[in-house]
């Protein structure tokens, strides 16, 4: 078996009667990008944070690269980098200035430091904006500082929370190229995210709700797996059988997207066209009706029965 970044039994955290995260169980390998996939409040920064060993578990036993934590928080520490939602850097220092002040804190040596940033400032974009102050700095601009910041001591795991909350998608897609080439030179990295593309990029992935994982694999093997047929009608009137489809309880959910709906049916339904003609004679008179391959946001829908 692989070797493991993060191994987690039963965690748990409770806030008063609040359960944030409930018994999670985790086997994280070393060198992929694994993502946790949940709505607002699913639990996904209160998991985020037991990993790094800021916050303290209610319950559970977790080993982050072979350190049990928290007992070993502080020297798991120097091998982690943390990039939280919020941009947490100085706004009134440039961009060299917040960089080499993270070098300090991580112990970099002067000539180290002056090294790294120098490489860090090159490969992220940042040179041209080296004596800008981060305040002044567009949203892409300050997650590509954000990141650089947080991989200054070159971390073994690096933990991101919603990293591309603030970025058009164009950012965002600079910014996974930037993560693909990282986990390439082996860092482990763990992300939270509640878009469905993030999510699909992924070589692995949990799904979050209410603090409980409801499903884990794979991207293609959760869409595999996932136990029901999507079929996409295209019709008018599509608000009045959304509405029909859902008494139906072999239907899952039915979704509009544009003008035309995206129902879930039951896996165990043979040849489900058919089967919604004949349900809905009348409604489905003219309409035209289409398998298609499940997405991420099928497999989302149908666990958490939930909209992102
Ligand atoms: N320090 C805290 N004290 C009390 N409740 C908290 C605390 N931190 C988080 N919670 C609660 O725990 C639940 C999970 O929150 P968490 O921030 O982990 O979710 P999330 O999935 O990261 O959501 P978001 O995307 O909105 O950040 C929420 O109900 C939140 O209000």
Redesign the pocket.
């Known amino acids: 078996m692989s070797e493991l970044a993060i191994e987690a039994h039963g965690l748990t955290?409770r806030?008063?009667e609040?359960v944030?995260?409930n018994r999670l169980d985790l086997a994280i390998p070393a060198g992929t990008i694994y993502g946790?996939l949940?709505?607002?409040?699913?639990?996904?920064?209160?998991?985020?944070?037991m990993l790094t060993g800021l916050l303290l578990p209610s319950d559970g036993q977790v080993t982050v690269l072979g350190l049990p934590v928290p007992r070993q928080a502080e020297a798991l520490r120097r091998r982690v980098g943390y990039m939280t939602?919020r941009f947490s850097l100085y706004e009134d220092l440039s961009v060299q200035e917040n960089l080499a002040f993270v070098a300090r804190v991580q112990g970099l040596s002067g000539r180290q430091a002056r090294e790294r940033i120098h490489e860090l400032l090159a490969t992220h974009e940042l040179a041209a904006l080296s004596e800008r102050l981060a305040g002044s700095l567009s949203g892409g601009q300050r997650q590509r500082l954000a990141l650089a910041a947080a991989i200054v001591h070159r971390p073994a795991l690096l933990f991101l929370?919603?990293p591309t909350s603030a970025v058009d998608p164009e950012n965002r897609r600079d910014f996974w190229e930037t993560l693909f080439d990282l986990c390439d030179t082996g860092t482990s990295i763990v992300v939270?995210t509640?878009y469905m593309d993030e999510a699909e990029r992924c070589h692995g992935l949990a799904i979050?709700d209410e603090?409980v994982k409801r499903a884990d694999g794979s991207p293609e093997q959760l869409m595999n797996g996932l136990g029901v047929t999507v079929v996409e009608v295209l019709t008018t009137g599509l608000r009045e059988l959304k509405r029909d489809l859902l008494a139906l309880g072999e239907v899952h959910s039915a979704a509009q997207l544009g003008l035309r709906l995206r129902v879930l049916v039951d896996g165990r339904i043979e040849q489900p066209e058919h089967w919604l003609r004949r349900q809905l004679p009348e409604r489905l008179n003219g309409a035209e009706l289409t398998r298609v391959r499940p997405s991420l946001e099928d497999v989302f829908v149908s666990r958490t029965g939930a909209s992102p």
């Open positions: 955290r806030f008063g609040l944030a995260v946790f949940g709505p607002n409040g699913s639990g996904k920064s209160t998991c985020l944070r939602q929370d919603e939270s509640h979050l603090g």
